[in-house]
């Protein structure tokens, strides 16, 4: 079956630093990945999109000053947060599809500024 | 642009009871839609999806939706709770236009079911 795995499922990084996420596809080819964040008591925020061979879209609110993401081949998606400060933390999701409709997701990395 | 739109931040149920999760959309054709859950400090699990064909589809759990074009509705249903079904319930839109699968999802409703 398809899947997406993300790690590390937590972390915590001290304010002002980076911290990188990173999105495993699993069973099909990821040619499409999507970030998300959901802040505490909040719903999913689309931070950009970015397919194989395309520039990654950006979400307006989101840049990729601050949210850096590679995606180098059909299996693997990173994405970084630069510079985090107390607003940045929130469950950081990664949604993949191969070229049908349905994105699979993983369970997400939960990233704490202190 | 596509929107989606839950009424009730939190629902309580008793256990054994029927449910029933508003969702709402906002989209100039007829889209993709889902239910999602997450429990506690999870991600996101997918209850069940709706393409085309019968508007009643079937989730895991015992779970069902219904898509009323006409009310641009997708409401979640559930015939008696279990205390386990406590959690976050996100509705999500998608479009259809190639391309274009950005998932929109509404702001969530918690479910808590008491004895």
């Known amino acids: 079956g398809a899947l997406v795995y993300q790690y590390p499922r937590r972390t915590i990084c001290k304010s002002g630093t980076s911290m990188r996420m990173e999105c495993q596809a699993v069973?099909?080819?990821?040619?499409?990945v999507a970030w998300y964040r959901q802040s505490p008591q909040k719903t999913f925020e689309l931070i950009a999109l970015?397919?194989?061979?395309?520039?990654?879209?950006?979400e307006q609110n989101f840049t990729q000053e601050k949210f850096p993401i590679s995606h180098p081949n059909l299996s693997f998606s990173s994405m970084t947060v630069l510079n985090a400060y107390l607003e940045d933390r929130g469950l950081y999701l990664c949604?993949?599809?191969?070229?049908?409709?349905?994105?699979?997701f993983g369970k997400g990395t939960r990233l704490t500024v202190v | 642009a596509q929107s989606v739109t839950q009424p009730d931040a939190r629902v309580t149920v008793s256990e054994g009871a029927s449910l029933q999760l508003r969702c709402k959309y906002s989209?100039?054709?007829?889209?993709?839609l889902f239910w999602y859950v997450q429990y506690p400090r999870q991600g996101l699990q997918l209850l069940l999806k709706?393409?085309?064909?019968?508007?009643v589809v079937q989730g895991v759990n015992g779970f069902e939706a219904e898509f009323i074009k006409s009310n641009s509705s997708f409401h979640l249903r559930k015939a008696s709770v279990h205390w386990s079904d406590s959690a976050v319930y996100f509705c999500?839109?998608?479009?259809?236009?190639?391309?274009?699968?950005?998932?929109?999802f509404g702001a969530g409703t918690r479910l808590k079911v008491i004895a």
């Open positions: 989209y100039s054709g007829t889209p993709y």
């Open positions: 069973g099909f080819q990821a040619t499409s």
């Open positions: 999500a839109v998608s479009a259809r236009n190639t391309g274009n699968y950005k998932y929109v």
């Open positions: 709706y393409y085309s064909g019968d508007p």
């Open positions: 970015s397919t194989v061979n395309s520039a990654i879209k950006y």
């Open positions: 949604g993949a599809r191969e070229s049908g409709t349905e994105v699979f």
